[in-house]
Every structure is written in structure tokens, then in C-alpha cells.
């Protein structure tokens, strides 16, 4: 399969450097060539070629699993470890994570609620429990600061805001943000950490006023608040990590596209069964139409 790899990519990479990094010998690679391809190997090369080009369509970012659910969803039989060694020869390689910013943690909390939530993450409906947490993005002006609002039920960010600083004006409007578009008719859970944007009293005015219940996680426990770290680790990996933001503004700009063009609408999602968060709240709700 290496050979065939090589074979694909030789006019585009030095055969010799390819070898090396292959650690395939280039008289063994002569001999290959001189011999017709097999047909298992023809299959795949052209299954490489897919798994490219559909990485490619998710920005690069998709590892193994959601590559192999993009092949069975253009009709191909493949398994797991297949596509998982097919990219490896390739060169689509998982990424790496991103570390959480340096800095001092401590003072006590203004009003602290109880940890209702529980780590009760799957939820049988949207808009019953919404997770929000703040994290921070680097760019050449200095830091900016981003807060999102996310519904348990899809994964779906409903709610977001960047700000220069991290302010409870930054929280409030994302929550905002996530009231004005999903408009509950019912009681919603609002779970967050116990930083000061959360406790305070302009905080706990607005929830009361909007039919929101807090929840907050216990004291310097990130496992509570699970769902929005992975969304942070997730974004920060697949996106922020990979740009240079010479500005604020292009920051703001280039989380929305990721927010709204792409994650939202498109990413598939292991807890949705492969689906976006738009596609699953679609489908379900077309499910519950049709049992009525």
C-alpha cells in the first residue's frame, strides 16, 4: 500500500523523500512499479483518494471514524481500521490538543448554586439544559475572550459573544444571544463553572427574569462542565489553533464561520449519531411529528 501511495503522490513530492519518510526502499518501490497493480491495491488507491478529498471537505479536521461514516455514506464498504491505516499512509494524522491558559484561579464565588446537573448530559429534549462556559483566543491585539451557550439535547451552540474582555456583559450575551433565538417556553437549566461572570448579582437578575434555573459546577471541577470544555478543545484544535489573528475582529469573524457554517450546520457528532447538531434536532423532530 505504501508503494501505491507513492505512486499517487509522485508527481507532486519527491519519490526518494517519500521513501525515506515511508521507510520503503526506492529499488524495492522500481521493482513494484514494473509489476500491474493488484486489484485489492487499485481499490485502495482509490479509497485514498477519497478519504482525502473528504477530509479535505471537513477542513482538514475529521479523524478516522467520521472519515469512514463519510465513505459508507457515499455507498463504500469499508471498516474502521481500514480507513484508519489508509489514512495514517497519508499523512491525516489526529491533532494536537490545546492546553488551558496559565493564570490564577481563586476568590470566593458572590452566589453559588448546586451542582443539579449532575454530569447529565443526554437530554430527551431541546432547550431543557443549556451549558455555557468562557474561554480565550489569541491574537495580535491581545487576548479576546469568547463565551458560548450550548443545548445539551443537540450540541448545538445557540448562544455566542466575543469580547476584549472577560466580563459578565461577555456572559450575559451570549445567553442572550441563546434566549433571543431558541425563545424556550419552558423552565431551562443554565449549568456553568463558579467564575465571577456566573455568580454575581446582574448574573442571577437576568436568569430570574428569563425563566432560567442555575447550575454550577463544583469548585475547580472542569469534568462537570464536560460538554462545553470538549467544545473548546475541539474548536481550538480543528480551528483557532491553526490561524494567526491579527486582529480582533478577524478572530470574531472566523468563529462565526466555524460556529455557524460549520459546526452547527455540518459537523457530524459522535453523540448524534453521526449527525450535526442541526441535523439531529431536524430529524428528531420529524421523528416525533410522525409518532403523533
Known amino acids: 500500500m505504501r508503494y501505491a501511495f507513492i505512486e499517487t503522490q509522485r508527481f507532486e513530492f519527491s519519490v526518494r523523500a517519500m521513501c525515506r519518510m515511508l521507510m520503503v526502499h526506492f529499488s524495492g518501490l522500481a521493482a513494484w512499479l514494473k509489476e500491474p497493480l493488484s486489484q485489492r491495491a487499485r481499490e485502495e ?4 483518494e477519497m478519504i482525502q478529498q ?26 474502521e481500521n481500514r480507513v484508519a491505516r489508509l489514512a495514517s499512509i497519508a499523512g491525516i494524522a489526529a491533532q494536537i490538543g490545546y492546553k488551558r491558559r496559565p493564570g490564577r484561579y481563586g476568590g470566593k464565588p458572590a452566589v453559588v448554586a448546586d451542582t443539579t446537573l449532575d454530569r447529565q448530559f443526554e437530554v430527551d429534549a431541546p432547550d431543557r439544559v443549556w451549558v455555557t462556559d468562557i474561554t480565550y483566543i489569541r491574537t495580535h491585539e491581545g487576548w479576546s475572550y469568547l463565551a458560548v ?15 476584549s474582555r472577560m466580563t459578565t456583559e461577555l456572559a450575559l450575551q451570549a445567553l442572550l444571544a441563546a434566549v433571543w433565538r431558541r425563545k424556550p417556553k419552558q ?38 462542565n464536560a460538554v462545553a470544555e470538549s467544545f473548546f478543545q475541539l474548536s481550538k484544535r480543528e480551528r483557532i489553533r491553526r490561524r494567526t489573528y491579527l486582529t480582533r475582529d478577524a478572530a470574531r469573524h ?21 449527525l450535526s447538531p442541526v441535523d439531529y434536532q431536524i430529524k428528531q423532530r420529524e421523528m416525533n411529528e410522525a409518532s403523533v
Open 149 to 163: 451557550v450550548i443545548d445539551l439535547f443537540s450540541r448545538r451552540v445557540v448562544g455566542w459573544s466575543m469580547q
Open 254 to 274: 472566523d468563529v462565526f464561520d466555524d460556529i455557524e457554517m460549520f459546526y452547527n450546520p455540518t459537523r457530524k457528532h459522535i453523540n448524534n449519531g453521526m
Open 45 to 48: 488507491v482509490r479509497q485514498t
Open 54 to 79: 473528504a477530509w479535505a471537505d471537513s477542513g482538514k479536521v475529521y479523524g478516522y471514524r467520521k472519515l469512514t461514516d463519510d465513505l459508507r455514506d457515499a455507498g463504500e464498504t469499508c471498516s
Open 187 to 224: 423552565k431551562v437549566m443554565i449549568h456553568s463553572d463558579q467564575g465571577s461572570q456566573f455568580t454575581g448579582g446582574e448574573w442571577q437578575s437576568f436568569l430570574g427574569k428569563h425563566n432560567l434555573v442555575a447550575s454550577m459546577s463544583r469548585r475547580g471541577n472542569y469534568h462537570d
